[in-house]
């Protein structure tokens, strides 16, 4: 079999696959209400990865990267905040309640953290027998909503004649001349 028939193969399953799926993934990603601009750091492709994961029925990728992104963001937000880790005692959902009683995040991004917090963590991550019986879709997607929710306070901004105006600036790298890395997610 020569390279040229192997790849006509491939590309015809790929096409095939699509076909036969992209009702479900046109469907799964108009159902996420994610931001389309967050701040350019760390993290920001990784959660634009995630959208996809989920778009096209990926779940279990999904619940695995939507968990490190949110723990990504959690010790982002505490950096910014100067509550290092050095700095805040207890476990997340304790410094999380901390920083909604300061002020710097609402309950409902809190719940959000939380939730992702809760989503069997440790199961997926060390592939525990337990894995075989959870409903990765349904995780996944409330995995995926939770992670925009958090992104949609943090990184909530308004347009004003074009130039983005941080809502929360400490969580953007405003430069000197008022312009801002960004990460686009404008899928249509």
Avoid at 1 to 26: G, H
Avoid at 102 to 120: K, R, T
Wanted: one cysteine or more; hydrophobic letters at 40%.
């Amino acid at each position: 079999m020569n390279d040229e028939y192997r790849r006509l193969q491939v590309k015809n399953a790929l096409k095939a696959e699509l076909d036969a799926t992209v009702d479900e993934r046109i469907t799964r990603h108009l159902s996420v209400n994610h931001q389309n601009i967050i701040a350019g750091h760390h993290f920001a492709a990784a959660s634009a990865e995630c959208l996809d994961l989920y778009r096209d029925g990926y779940f279990l990728s999904t619940v695995m990267v939507s968990q490190a992104v949110a723990e990504g963001i959690f010790r982002f937000v505490l950096e910014r905040n100067g509550r290092g880790r050095a700095g805040e005692k207890g476990d997340r959902q304790t410094v999380a309640k901390r920083l909604v009683t300061d002020g710097l995040i609402s309950q409902e991004c809190m719940g959000a953290f939380v939730q992702i917090w809760h989503s069997f963590r440790n199961d997926v991550h060390h592939m525990d027998p337990r894995v075989a019986t959870i409903s990765f879709p349904a995780l996944a997607k409330r995995n995926i909503d939770d992670l925009a929710t958090i992104e949609r306070e943090i990184f909530s901004y308004r347009l004003d004649n074009g130039k983005l105006l941080p809502v929360q600036a400490r969580y953007w790298d405003i430069q000197s001349d008022g312009t801002v890395p960004v990460f686009l997610r404008l899928h249509p």
